[in-house]
């Protein structure tokens, strides 16, 4: 039993903030960032309020249609860059409305240190959605989410291969490995044991999005029993929990020995209810969570001594 007088390290929990994303649309919040300037304010924010990773998706600044173009990055990426000192994740993911040269096309050009890489195909159903609402700011958006109905997200192995060869061997980022089911581990082990993928891994549950796992705890503990048996000791992992179910999930994760992932990417709401006014107050509701429970959030540093990233100065913004 620890004395009183004794010091205890606590263990460091890697925040990471995702800040707009490509499923929710306009109509749904009016804090959901949707300009360069949005989306850099936002990122500070989240930062600011203690995530050390930054995840990152684009968007046309006059229609919030969800880009992946190149200049759309490159407006916020280097004035967040220049405002701190979080670790920049730019999704390899766009939209299922994407094809895959689009979507590579922001990491190549910016050699991130961090870029988010989903282990397989999948139906992704953002349909549902659309039945809460009637009243569109953009005829983009229903159309958007319809399309889920009949497109599936599409990451074969070639589609994985060339991410892993283009962005990880030749641009020198790591990735945070998206996992929304046994199979996505499954794959993830399979590079593993061929040397495609070199640890320390940092994967992802991605829990709550109608086509993969549910957000549940059970599902959770089971995915982490898997990972466990597939990838031993070479892995790390972090939780998010799409819609209401965001900090619940995040608080199971940290339980059970993980970092967290929270941000209006994933949840425009706070579990008492309401729209979140900002990704800030997402950060600082997990972290206040995380710190009741005797841990810290990690600094941009510390994550990056625990991903062996390649650093901020190797990037190309």
């Given at each position: 039993m620890q004395s009183a007088g004794e010091s205890r390290t606590a263990r460091k929990v890697i925040i990471t903030c995702a800040v707009t994303g490509s499923i929710h649309t306009p109509t749904m919040s009016p804090h959901l960032p949707i300009t360069p300037e949005e989306i850099a304010d936002a990122a500070v924010g989240a930062a600011e309020a203690g995530a050390a990773i930054i995840h990152l998706h684009a968007r046309d600044p006059d229609s919030g249609y969800p880009s992946a173009a190149p200049e759309h990055f490159d407006a916020f990426l280097k004035p967040i860059k220049a405002r701190c000192d979080a670790v920049l994740n730019i999704s390899t993911g766009g939209s299922s409305a994407m094809p895959l040269d689009v979507r590579l096309a922001?990491?190549?050009?910016?050699?991130?240190?961090?870029?988010?890489?989903?282990?397989?195909?999948?139906?992704?159903?953002?349909?549902?959605?659309?039945?809460?609402?009637?009243?569109?700011?953009?005829?983009?958006?229903?159309?958007?989410?319809?399309?889920?109905?009949?497109?599936?997200?599409?990451?074969?192995?070639?589609?994985?291969?060339?991410?892993?060869?283009?962005?990880?061997?030749?641009?020198?980022?790591?990735?945070?490995?998206?996992?929304?089911?046994?199979?996505?581990?499954?794959?993830?082990?399979?590079?593993?044991?061929?040397?495609?993928?070199?640890?320390?891994?940092?994967?992802?549950?991605?829990?709550?999005?109608?086509?993969?796992?549910?957000?549940?705890?059970?599902?959770?503990?089971?995915?982490?029993?898997?990972?466990?048996?597939?990838?031993?000791?070479?892995?790390?992992?972090?939780?998010?929990?799409?819609?209401?179910?965001?900090?619940?999930?995040?608080?199971?994760?940290?339980?059970?020995?993980?970092?967290?992932?929270?941000?209006?990417?994933?949840?425009?709401?706070?579990?008492?209810?309401?729209?979140?006014?900002s990704n800030a107050e997402q950060v600082t509701a997990i972290r206040g969570i995380i710190e009741a429970l005797g841990m810290e959030a990690a600094t941009p540093a510390e994550a990056r001594d625990m991903l062996a990233l390649k650093g901020v100065g190797e990037v190309a913004f």
């Open positions: 922001p990491a190549i050009a910016a050699r991130p240190e961090m870029c988010s890489l989903n282990m397989g195909s999948m139906n992704f159903g953002t349909f549902p959605l659309a039945e809460k609402y009637s009243d569109w700011k953009h005829n983009w958006e229903p159309e958007l989410l319809h399309a889920t109905r009949d497109v599936i997200f599409k990451n074969s192995f070639a589609d994985i291969e060339r991410i892993l060869d283009e962005i990880g061997e030749a641009g020198g980022a790591r990735f945070e490995f998206e996992c929304y089911d046994i199979g996505h581990l499954e794959t993830l082990a399979f590079y593993h044991r061929r040397g495609r993928i070199a640890g320390p891994i940092f994967l992802q549950f991605v829990l709550g999005v109608l086509g993969g796992a549910g957000a549940t705890v059970e599902n959770l503990v089971h995915l982490k029993g898997c990972a466990d048996r597939l990838l031993g000791d070479a892995y790390s992992f972090s939780v998010l929990g799409a819609g209401a179910r965001q900090l619940p999930i995040a608080t199971a994760g940290a339980i059970l020995g993980g970092h967290v992932r929270v941000g209006l990417e994933d949840s425009l709401v706070m579990p008492a209810g309401g729209l979140a006014r």
